[in-house]
């Protein structure tokens, strides 16, 4: 196969893992009430609190309005709070409460069976030079995202 093929393949094996770990995830977090919109917003807010709703619904693809209607979710719940941002009136910055600790707990052991799976029969020599390539192709992608 030549490169060109090859290049071509890696895109469609790309794609096609990244669906099916995450479609592999959902069905575990559905067990748990957990639906891909609720788990998304708590797995970022949990490495970045107190985003802007507009930065949040940003890294998860989506429109803000469509977000608002997941956080005003989670807040009744009492999984996140909006707290007014010191720097702008307009605007409110999402936290987690301490009851999205059990939660979280939940989607970190979901994770860890998800990624058992996904590298069942790979070595730990083959998964670290994945994640090299992996890091490359992405930061090949991501010159382009900073020039735009």
């Known amino acids: 196969m030549n490169k060109s093929d090859l290049a071509a393949q890696l895109g ?28 998304q917003v708590l797995w970022i807010l949990n490495r970045n609190q107190g985003m802007k709703q507009a930065e949040l619904a940003e890294r998860m693809d989506v429109a803000p309005i469509t977000l608002t209607r997941q956080i005003d979710l989670l807040q009744a719940e009492g999984l996140v709070e909006r707290r007014p941002d010191p720097q702008d009136r307009r605007c409110f ?4 409460t301490e009851a999205a600790a059990p939660v979280l707990d939940t989607l970190h052991l979901l994770a860890g ?36």
């Open 12 to 39: 469609f094996e790309l794609h096609t893992a990244a669906r099916l770990l995450k479609r592999n995830f959902d069905r575990r977090a559905k067990s748990h009430g957990l639906t891909r919109a609720r788990w």
């Open 113 to 148: 069976d998800t990624r058992a799976q996904a590298l069942a029969g790979i070595s730990a020599e083959e998964l670290q030079q994945l994640m090299y390539l992996l890091s490359r192709v992405r930061e090949n992608l991501s010159r382009e995202e900073t020039v735009e």
């Open 93 to 96: 910055r999402i936290f987690l």
